[in-house]
């Protein structure tokens, strides 16, 4: 076996997937199923210091519906600040005037490339223009109160784990 190969299984809209023969730094050799993904943006848009905006989405892959941060993956070459923002329109129908990196993580690296890039998004503010949503979403956006949102999470009925995450910085 060569040191590394990787053979292309899938191609789909947002990702591909490969089987990688390799041989891992402590001498094993294997195969792995990796899922090559460009990388997303998660919103954290605040219309107040004390209130965050989540939106309510069904989740074909759970079978339900989940209230969850906004979030999209980066088109192909797209700056992340230019795809926070462009989300923020398309998922919560509002524009911000900052966005400010929070962090940068990966979801799940032991089996996907892709990073989520957190940013607070604040100075929101409805344009005189609509965004159109990808066709697969219908988004019910609401704004919570920081202390509604960790009583929901304490409560289990917040999920998603990059909610959850996200406001752990919010303290």
């Not at 919560?92 to 929070?102: D, F, P, S």
Request: proline share 5%; glycine share 8%.
């Amino acid at each position: 076996m060569s040191e590394n190969e990787s053979t292309l299984e899938y191609t789909g809209r947002v990702f591909t997937v490969t089987r990688d023969r390799v041989r891992l730094p402590h001498g094993v050799e294997t195969v792995m199923d990796i899922v090559r993904h460009r990388g997303s943006v998660v919103l954290i848009p605040m219309p107040d210091e004390a209130s965050v905006i989540l939106v309510r989405q069904y989740r074909h892959a759970i079978g339900q519906h989940v209230w969850e941060l906004p979030a999209g993956s980066l088109e192909p070459g797209e700056d992340a600040v230019a795809a926070a923002l462009r989300e923020c329109h398309e998922e919560i129908g509002q524009l911000a005037t900052t966005a400010e990196r929070v962090a940068s993580l990966y979801p799940s690296p032991g089996y996907t490339t892709e990073v989520m890039h957190f940013y607070k998004l604040t100075g929101l503010h409805v344009p005189d223009h609509a965004a159109e949503q990808d066709e697969d979403e219908h988004l019910e956006p609401r704004t919570f109160g920081l202390g509604e949102l960790r009583a929901l999470v304490a409560a289990g009925d917040i999920t998603d784990m990059k909610t959850v995450a996200a406001l752990q910085w919010l303290r």
